[in-house]
């Protein structure tokens, strides 16, 4: 409820900057959805494919190693009234070492800052800057000083679709 009241008030507020200042009346604002651009091309298929399968293959290397620790505490479990203090501590480090080395591999692999995350930046990182110069051709061409973006939960509440560039940004591109 929180987080809707501030986007209200967000958009509130800026509505009003827009309204209250001299500029604001000389400028001429337009809108797009560029996740939606991004999706629409080929490009961006092929990239998530591939980050997709990257993916996939590190969770299947990440299950192998949830595998074995499973079978190392079921072995464990098995021989543990026959073990020694000794090697009950060996194989419970044991244990614990390759519990740790699958979550330092989850970590590495789809933590915040881990590979996936790397990959997909760098992947896509082109493309953006493709989608803003056709962006930001279309907006000198037809004049605008101003262009939203729609996708990923903006602030706008409402617009006139005359605004809606993102076909015309989409023509720039050479996709449908």
Known sequence: ???????????????????FTKESFAQ????VDAQ??????????????SID???????????????????LFEAYRTEEPLLTPELKKKKQDEIAAKEKEAKDFFAKKF??????????QEKI???????YDAIKAVADERGYDIILDL?????????????????AVANKLGTK
């Open 151 to 167: 996708s990923g939960g903006s602030n706008i509440i409402y617009t006139n679709n005359r605004h809606n560039i993102t076909d």
């Open 1 to 19: 409820m929180k987080s809707i009241i501030k986007k209200i008030t967000v958009a509130s507020l800026y509505l009003l900057l827009l309204f």
């Open 111 to 120: 933590g915040s800052n881990g590979e996936l995350f790397t990959q997909r």
């Open 53 to 71: 399968a990257l993916s996939k293959q590190w969770k299947n290397e990440l299950e192998a190693k949830r595998k074995e620790i499973d079978k």
């Open 125 to 131: 990182k082109p493309l953006q800057d493709k989608l």
């Open 36 to 49: 939606g651009l991004l999706e629409r091309l080929p490009e961006y298929k092929d990239i998530q494919n």
């Open 28 to 31: 001429k604002v337009g809108y």
